[in-house]
């Protein structure tokens, strides 16, 4: 007994401090948005960690709710299943990180890392901050502090670094590299971020301008006009991921159009603990018209292959398309199960010669959940369904090769109704961590889809197994029926 007391005195000390959630409240500034975020994070299952100096989460341990970190540097390697925030210092993401729900960091910053994921998101709040105080009962209060007060947010500043936004990489634009400033009108009430962006390829200067309206109201609204470059399927990879493979395995995942004219929409945000739910209503005018692809762009390799760099984009018809949109996006961490969901509905008001009005859905979705120990199921869903005879070409959407039906040619499928379903089983071998990578991750992955005009097509059904190491994943994938090649390759694990 006595070894079993000087046992539990000894974890207690090296133990990292657990609160309760009742034993914290915000005392001074409930009425800011951060509170909420901090009043989020403790209404549902979590865990708490106090105390002083950094904080380490190594990559093979899991916190299976979300955390919340006070005033302690964090390290984070580690699978979060739910938010991660992190009050009164940084939050630095380290290669392997998991979060299933956001990163927030209220008094500092949150560093990204490529070689991890966070499906929610990430904020930082660097100019307020809740200063803890000591309860008598062992909790904390939180009171709220600003370090600057919001007159010093110049009307007129360079956007993104130093004027340089996010670049992209593809077979059609080539280098896409995008300056702009961002001019701020009132309190939170306007921002415009005028833009230029050049394109290798095309040599040209693309104008555009974004206006976020109230952006951080319930009501608010966002619209974009310019001219640019668009495709119906950056949905399955991100830009930074598509740029990779671009460049490096001349492997690019999207057909493109050329456009003109502009899009808006109004949003009402809903916001509960863990949930957030965005329903709007909006339009868009475009004048289209199609781009070739014609292999001078360079790649690492296939630069002059017609599957990869030198494939054709499918013609769309050159005219103008108005349309009305309605829809909404879903963000729910609430539960063990993480989602987020996106529907629009668009409205054909006029299309270009020859072809009728149409009516257009197109969903996308993410689920996940837990299911025995470390394991856990992630579905992913896209289709597109299109009513109208004679349907312009450019709101057809494509399925083949990688990202989506491995074993099928690049883009394949294509049409103005699509369905895409996904299911992939994680298994992480615990039992093994290996110095840099961390944990192997075992995937098993069934895939269906097929993509049509006027009618949905058989579909296809794949199967596969993958070993991922961190943020790489080599797959083998089968075609079900056994009437295509068997499909070796490798994956990206990053942040969406």
């Not at 580690?78 to 290669?95: H, K, M, Q, Y």
């Not at 949905?235 to 460049?247: G, K």
């Not at 083949?400 to 071998?429: A, C, K």
């Not at 949905?456 to 993958?466: A, D, K, M, T, W």
Request: aromatic residues 8%.
């Amino acid at each position: 007994m006595r070894r079993l007391a000087v046992l539990a005195v000894f974890a207690s000390l090296v133990a990292p401090p657990l609160v309760r959630a009742q034993s914290i409240s915000v005392r001074e500034g409930a009425d800011q948005p951060t509170a909420d975020i901090i009043r989020s994070a403790l209404a549902g299952p979590h865990v708490v960690r106090t105390g002083s100096g950094r904080l380490d989460l190594p990559r093979d341990s899991t916190i299976a709710s979300t955390l919340v970190v006070l005033g302690r540097p964090t390290y984070l390697a580690s699978r979060v299943v739910g938010d991660v925030i992190v009050v009164g210092a940084d939050l630095f993401l380290r290669p392997g990180a998991d979060v299933t729900g956001r990163a927030v960091a209220i008094g500092g910053t949150v560093a990204l890392t490529t070689l991890g994921r966070v499906a929610g998101g990430t904020d930082s709040f660097a100019d307020e901050t809740y200063l803890a105080s000591p309860l008598p009962d062992g909790g904390y209060a939180l009171d709220y502090h600003r370090f600057r007060t919001e007159a010093s947010t110049p009307v007129l500043q360079s956007a993104g670094l130093q004027g340089l936004l996010m670049p992209t990489y593809d077979r059609v634009d080539g280098l896409s590299l995008p300056v702009g400033a961002l001019i701020t009108l009132g309190p939170q009430a306007l921002e415009i971020q005028p833009a230029l962006t050049y394109r290798s390829r095309l040599g040209t200067l693309d104008p555009s301008v974004d206006v976020d309206v109230f952006p951080d109201r319930a009501i608010h609204a966002k619209a974009h006009i310019g001219r640019d470059t668009r495709s119906n399927d950056a949905w399955n990879y991100s830009d930074l991921v598509n740029s990779a493979t671009t460049f490096f395995v001349g492997i690019d995942t999207r057909n493109y159009f050329r456009r003109t004219g502009g899009e808006g929409r109004v949003y009402g945000r809903i916001e509960r603990p863990g949930l957030s739910f965005e329903p709007y209503v909006g339009g868009r005018y475009e004048k289209v018209r199609p781009i070739s692809a014609s292999g001078n762009v360079y790649s690492v390799v296939g630069r002059k292959d017609p599957k990869k760099m030198l494939r054709p984009n499918p013609l769309v018809v050159a005219g103008a398309i108005g349309s009305a949109l309605v829809g909404a996006q879903l963000y729910d961490t609430a539960g063990v199960v993480t989602s987020r969901l996106r529907a629009e509905i668009e409205r054909s008001l006029t299309t270009v010669t020859g072809t009728r009005n149409f009516t257009q859905l197109t969903l996308d979705g993410r689920v996940a959940f837990p299911t025995f120990g470390t394991q856990s199921l992630h579905v992913r869903l896209h289709t597109v369904v299109t009513g109208g005879d004679s349907v312009t070409s450019a709101r057809y959407a494509y399925l083949g090769g990688s990202g989506t039906l491995p074993v099928v040619e690049l883009l394949e499928f294509g049409g103005d109704q699509l369905l895409f379903l996904e299911n992939r089983y994680l298994v992480p071998i615990d039992r093994i961590v290996l110095p840099f990578v961390g944990t192997p991750i075992v995937t098993l992955r069934h895939i269906m889809g097929s993509a049509g005009v006027k009618r949905l097509p058989s579909l296809e059904q794949e199967v596969g197994i993958g070993l991922g190491l961190s943020a790489l994943r080599l797959d083998v994938t089968f075609d079900a029926s056994g009437d295509r090649k068997t499909k070796f390759g490798f994956g990206l694990s990053l942040t969406q």
